[in-house]
């Protein structure tokens, strides 16, 4: 016997009704939890206002709920905010100025300030090819010839050949053939021409690691424990040594991230710390002679009217008008987001959260790039 028409629109009804007020629901939990993280947003420092404003949009309009923002004046003041819990609000520990947080791939401009002191010591070049300084590959053997073109400038501008759209990003993988199997080289077919255009790889980051292993005769993680002297200060990597053990926020709870071989991502996305000491760090980079992670390949012509429209060698220029640039790089792992903007002014903003969307985060930190140049621009100095 056919069920009555009205009896299945009356269940309709219902269900339509009970998905709404899930909805409703969702929204003002949302709202609630929003309040509750600006309410705890505690801000100090000569730029205060300016930093309020931009912790504000990162909540209301971005959707984090917790975050440090430190920012280095062009003096050498330090202003600082932080706001929210490192998850349910009142339940977990509030995120303060010494929460220990993830670079993600804001790592990749402390591989970068080490290449370029070498190539400021002269013990490297920009133009030296990669080869050059990995002997285990051997140029006859190489299946694609465009591999011995690859030079020192086109890994760290992300111009090298590699493309993750193409050929799946290894390093995020359980397996990485970088840093472990450097002949993989020889065997592998690049996606595009060297130095024909910018993007985005970690795998390029690794093998710079390699170079800088290579010429110290040391681990990347001794090396940079060495230069950056992270000894004093809360900065550390997440695996130095294979034998480590996962040890940030959320990371043991997370199956994606607990599969991660940190050991290989040591110089692409390998290091935690406080936005405090990223931007003390960051701001001394700053100040080192050309070429620095500011610096940009000559033969290389960009828009620096869009957000990410320049690669440098170690960041990204964005200057939509002629009063300020940026220089800023960004990163991104499940439960991480880190970002950092050098200013044309001599200061430094640094900005971190263990929340971010899967599917929205380049769009958010795009807008928050943006975000932090109007509002840089409007606020007196």
Request: hydrophobic fraction near 35%; charged fraction near 20%; glycine fraction near 4%.
């Amino acid at each position: 016997m056919a069920k009555n028409p009205s009896y299945l629109l009356i269940i309709l009804i219902i269900v339509l009704i009970y998905l709404m007020d899930l909805a409703v629901v969702d929204k003002i939990q949302e709202k609630v939890r929003k309040s509750l993280v600006l309410d705890s947003l505690q801000c100090e420092g000569r730029r205060q206002p300016w930093l309020q404003q931009v912790a504000n949009y990162s909540i209301r309009e971005l959707d984090y709920l917790n975050l440090q923002l430190s920012y280095i004046d062009n003096e050498g003041n330090t202003s600082a905010c932080t706001a929210g819990w490192e998850g349910l609000p009142y339940i977990t520990r509030r995120v303060t100025k010494n929460s220990i947080l993830n670079y993600a791939s804001v790592t990749k401009v402390f591989t970068s300030e080490l290449i370029l002191d070498l190539v400021r010591k002269q013990k490297i070049s920009l133009n030296d090819k990669l080869i050059s300084f990995l002997p285990e590959v051997k140029t006859e053997r190489l299946v694609d010839a465009r591999v011995a073109d690859i030079t020192i400038s086109d890994l760290l501008s992300h111009r090298a050949g590699f493309d993750r759209n193409i050929t799946n990003d290894s390093m995020m993988s359980t397996s990485p053939w970088c840093p472990y199997d450097i002949k993989m080289l020889q065997r592998m077919t690049l996606d595009f021409e060297p130095n024909s255009k910018n993007v985005y790889s970690n795998v390029g980051y690794c093998l710079l690691s390699k170079v800088i292993e290579n010429i110290y005769l040391k681990s990347y993680t001794d090396i940079s424990q060495d230069y950056f002297n992270f000894d004093n200060s809360d900065i550390h990597f997440i695996q130095s040594n294979m034998a480590d053990q996962p040890n940030i926020p959320n990371i043991s709870n997370d199956a994606y991230l607990s599969h991660l071989d940190f050991y290989a991502l040591a110089s692409v996305g390998g290091l935690t710390g406080s936005s405090n000491e990223l931007a003390r760090h960051i701001y001394n980079m700053n100040r080192t002679s050309y070429p620095n992670v500011i610096s940009r390949p000559e033969h290389v012509n960009c828009d620096k009217n869009k957000v990410r429209g320049c690669h440098g060698l170690s960041s990204y220029e964005y200057a939509p008008s002629a009063e300020l640039t940026l220089y800023w790089r960004d990163g991104r792992l499940p439960k991480a987001s880190a970002l950092v903007a050098m200013d044309s002014n001599g200061g430094v903003l640094s900005f971190l959260t263990n929340t971010t969307n899967e599917t929205t985060w380049l769009e958010q930190h795009n807008k928050l790039v943006a975000k932090i140049y109007t509002s840089h621009l409007l606020t007196p100095q």
